[in-house]
C-alpha cells in the first residue's frame, strides 16, 4: 500500500521561509515523478512543484520560480519543497502527490497523479 506522508507546514510572517517534506512508502521510487500541489479555499487544486526521482527533471509553476526548490533524497524516499520568501497568497493546503508510472516529466493535472498525502497548511500572514 502505498503512503504519502507530508510533514513541515504551519504558520510564517510573509517573507519567511519554510521547507516541507514528503515520505513515499510501498513505492517504487525510482524514476517516478513526485510533485507538490495546494489547494485554497474556493480555489480548484493547482501545481506548484514537481521532480522525477534519480533524474535531474524539475518543474515549477510560475508564481513560485526563483522562491520555491523542489529537492529529493532518494536514499529516504523523501522529496522536499523549500518555500522562501513567502507571500500571503502562497496560504493554502499543500499536498504531496506521485505518479504510479515511470516518467521523464511531471504532469500539472492532479488527475494524472495516482497517489495523494493528507496535505499540510501553510499559513502566511501579511
Known amino acids: 500500500q502505498v503512503q504519502l506522508v507530508e510533514s513541515g507546514g504551519g504558520s510564517v510572517q510573509a517573507g519567511g521561509s519554510l521547507r516541507l517534506s514528503c515520505t513515499a512508502s510501498g513505492y517504487t521510487y525510482s524514476r517516478r515523478c513526485m510533485g507538490w500541489f495546494r489547494q485554497a479555499p474556493g480555489r480548484e487544486r493547482e501545481v506548484v512543484a514537481g521532480?522525477?526521482?534519480?533524474?535531474?527533471?524539475?518543474y515549477y509553476a510560475d508564481s513560485v520560480k526563483g522562491r520555491f526548490t523542489i529537492s529529493q533524497d532518494n536514499a529516504k524516499n523523501t522529496v522536499y519543497l523549500q518555500m522562501n520568501s513567502l507571500k500571503p497568497e502562497d496560504t493554502a493546503m499543500y499536498y504531496c502527490?506521485?505518479?504510479?508510472?515511470?516518467?521523464?516529466?511531471?504532469?500539472?493535472?492532479?488527475?494524472?497523479?495516482?497517489?495523494w498525502g493528507q496535505g499540510t497548511q501553510v499559513t502566511v500572514s501579511s
Open positions: 502527490a506521485a505518479v504510479g508510472v515511470a516518467a521523464t516529466f511531471c504532469p500539472t493535472r492532479p488527475d494524472l497523479y495516482n497517489y
Open positions: 521532480i522525477v526521482s534519480g533524474t535531474s527533471f524539475t
